[in-house]
């Protein structure tokens, strides 16, 4: 079966522009995670989605925003982008959003703003 | 406040021999403990998990233990081999459905 599916890979946005990062999830699985990854920080964790809602966020500002589609995919938009914003943004899926199945997570879109 | 934590930065095993990660944690709500192994430029990849109600799970290589008076929880990989290089990240699941990473601890095989 296909894996989680981020789009696009790799990306260079000027300072001030937004984007949007899209993640497809294994088929089933209903719930999406998105995380970002700097050198030195380790997984920070954005926020998850379950069923079309969001169930979590972590610790970013509100310029980081997502959305869940009735398919299970999700989008997560970085608006006013920053140079600090520069990370590798992962997403995880998994059937529930539990522990017990673990997480599969995405290659993952690395971000380039300058 | 780090509430998982990976006091390792490296860990360096011979070929065929045991690596054993640890992981400490500080909050007491975890639901479940789940290791993952990454390469540059990847996503993480799944290995194990533990629920907090067991001390033991084991999946082929792979067993992770955890001792709940300690709050600690370590991952065994035997025998090592040279392809489990790569930086093992712990993480807990808490009851909002947030997982809580550690820093990771990357491990080389040497052959």
């Known amino acids: 079966k296909a894996g989680v599916t981020q789009t696009p890979r790799y990306l260079i946005k000027t300072r001030g522009q937004q984007v949007t990062l899209s993640c497809s999830p294994i088929?089933?699985?209903?719930?999406v995670s998105w995380y970002q990854q700097t050198p030195g920080q380790g997984l920070q964790f954005l926020f998850e989605?379950?069923?079309?809602?969001?169930?979590n966020k972590g610790n970013f500002p509100g310029r980081f925003s997502g959305r869940q589609f009735s398919n299970s995919r999700s989008e997560m938009n970085v608006s006013t982008l920053e140079l600090g914003d520069s990370a590798l943004y992962l997403c995880?899926?998994?059937?529930?959003?539990?522990?017990?199945?673990?997480?599969?997570f995405g290659s993952g879109t690395r971000l380039t703003v300058v | 406040d780090q509430q998982v934590k990976q006091n390792s930065p490296s860990l360096s095993v011979q070929e065929g021999r045991i690596s054993i990660l640890n992981c400490d944690y500080t909050?007491?709500?975890?639901?479940?403990f789940l290791w993952y192994k990454k390469y540059p430029a990847e996503g993480p990849t799944f290995l194990i998990s533990?629920?907090?109600i067991k001390d033991k799970n084991e999946d082929g290589r792979f067993t992770v233990f955890l001792n709940k008076s300690a709050k600690h929880l370590s991952l065994h990989i035997v025998p090592s081999q040279p392809g489990d290089s790569a930086v093992y990240f712990c993480?807990?699941?808490?009851?909002?459905?947030?997982?809580?990473w550690g820093a990771g601890t990357k491990l080389i095989i040497k052959p």
């Open positions: 995880a899926s998994s059937l529930d959003g539990r522990g017990n199945y673990g997480y599969t």
């Open positions: 088929s089933g699985h209903r719930s």
């Open positions: 989605y379950f069923s079309e809602t969001q169930r």
């Open positions: 909050n007491s709500m975890f639901d479940y």
């Open positions: 533990i629920s907090s």
């Open positions: 993480a807990g699941v808490d009851s909002n459905y947030q997982l809580i």
